[in-house]
């Protein structure tokens, strides 16, 4: 899509801080949980059962396209398109990180409460991330959108290095990992109301039948379906890494 905006480099910056902010999320759940649960077990936990946390936190990942359908055909006349389904999930997710520092239990409930948190958390950061990619599409110059992307996407990774490693193991050895998760929740509501400062293109009434074809060429174009399955196998590697 072209840009029917000035695009400034402050932009950027929003994009980068919002991807290193996700990276941390998506880390901190990943890489800092297996290590608190043996710790709160004395050096032990339930493999399975962590799996299977793991497993029902990622379930958001997979129907994020379902918002990123509803956010290109529904959005604000004052707010734009893009903004508000990024600041509604954006302090959604941030508040369940907020839940999760008042009340994590120590005995084998704690599965059945992290797979509710962290299903609650991915939800409000993968909707929200779909959101701001619309909106990257939207703003960014078509000559500069590979270049962004690929910072992005570095930010993104390092993020969950830093988050999940680097931040767990601080908070994680000195007992304060709930005070992790409220910064955590704090950081993710920020980046998700900075992109109101992002001038979005006009919003342009589509029709629901215009809506509708959209809708089924997503499911029917076959450069989709190479895409899904790309994606799809990308993601059988990472968790099997």
Known sequence: MSSTVEYKSSYSTIFVLFYFIEGIVQGVPSLLFPPLLSQIFGGSYDIALWLLVYSIGNIPWS?????????????????????PWI????????IWWFIMAAYLPQDQTIYSFLALYYFMISTGIAFADTALDGLILDVVPKERLGKI??????????????????????????????????IT???VILVCILPYFIEEPPLKEVTTQEWGKDLVTVVTK????????????????????
Request: charged share 10%; net charge positive.
């Open 222 to 241: 076959k450069r989709n379906w190479k895409v899904f399955i790309y994606t799809f196998l990308g993601s059988v590697q990472a968790i099997l890494l």
């Open 149 to 182: 992307q690929g910072i992005t996407w570095a930010m993104l990774l390092l993020g969950m290095g830093a988050g999940g490693m680097l931040l767990g193991l601080v908070f994680l050895s000195l007992n304060l990992s709930n005070v992790l998760f409220i």
């Open 185 to 187: 929740g704090i950081l």
């Open 87 to 94: 600041m509604s999930f954006g302090i959604f997710g941030g």
């Open 63 to 83: 129907i994020k396209l379902i918002v990123g359908i509803f956010n290109d055909r529904w959005g604000s006349k004052r707010f734009g398109r893009r903004f």
